[in-house]
Antibody
Framework: EVKLEESGGGLVQPGMSVKLSCATSGFTFSDYWMEWVRQAPGKGLEWVAEIRNKANNYATYYGKSVKGRFTISRDDSKSIVYLQVNSIRSEDTGIYYC???????WGQGVMVTVSS | DVVLTQTPPTLSATIGQSVSISCRSS???????????LNWLLQRPGQSPQLLIYSVSNLESGVPNRFSGSGSETDFTLKISGVEAEDLGVYYC?????????FGSGTKLEIK
């Protein structure tokens, strides 16, 4: 059974940093590209970041609103994908989902609230 | 960036009614590899999104066959043939042909 479980969210002060994790199981993690997608409260879905697999040199891509502040990474030995969020802003508040590139499996999401 | 325009923004249906949702792209979603990476997702209240249809018209495993997708290039449609109570939620189209990946703004399906 494929599972994705996000963690690391919570209340974060503006300008600070937080690192989200997505632990996975049930599939050959190292073969797949992984994504982070977020959803602001009451809003739609926004793609955040992508990391490709070793065969694609672990290439990373970011949405315009997060480029330069967010860093996606992965640990194939642990089947975990990470999202490092720096210089966090109020508009980064929302639920962050990890998903496999084919979008057929999603985690339950982790809430990040940016507030002083 | 590719803009996906979904209509209608809200939809109210009775059980058994058939409904359609439109997704129009600002540019062709036909990839150079010949595939068209247009997917449909459903997000039920309080849940994570769920993949319904991939590559325009392919039904994801486990998804009821009352869901169907069609279209090409820039115009796409999701049809539900006989709405059931469990179908309520927000439907999103999304494209993965052009970077960055983008989502439509969503269509909220309400059950009368």
């Amino acid at each position: 059974e494929v599972k994705l479980e996000e963690s690391g969210g919570g209340l974060v002060q503006p300008g600070m940093s937080v690192k989200l994790s997505c632990a996975t199981s049930g599939f050959t993690f190292s073969d797949y590209w992984m994504e982070w997608v977020r959803q602001a409260p009451g809003k739609g879905l926004e793609w955040v970041a992508e990391i490709r697999n070793k065969a694609n040199n672990y290439a990373t891509y970011y949405g315009k609103s997060v480029k330069g502040r967010f860093t996606i990474s992965r640990d194939d030995s642990k089947s975990i994908v990470y999202l490092q969020v720096n210089s966090i802003r109020s508009e980064d508040t929302g639920i962050y989902y990890c998903t496999i590139h084919y979008f057929d499996y999603w985690g339950q999401g982790v809430m990040v609230t940016v507030s002083s | 960036d590719v803009v996906l325009t979904q209509t209608p923004p809200t939809l109210s249906a009775t059980i058994g009614q058939s409904v359609s949702i439109s997704c129009r792209s600002s540019q062709s979603l036909l990839d150079s590899d010949g595939d068209t990476y247009l997917n449909w997702l459903l997000q039920r209240p309080g849940q994570s999104p769920q993949l319904l249809i991939y590559s325009v018209s392919n039904l994801e495993s486990g998804v009821p066959n009352r869901f169907s997708g069609s279209g090409s290039e820039t115009d796409f449609t999701l049809k539900i043939s006989g709405v059931e109570a469990e179908d309520l939620g927000v439907y999103y189209c999304m494209q993965a042909t052009h970077a960055p990946l983008t989502f439509g703004s969503g269509t909220k399906l309400e059950i009368k």
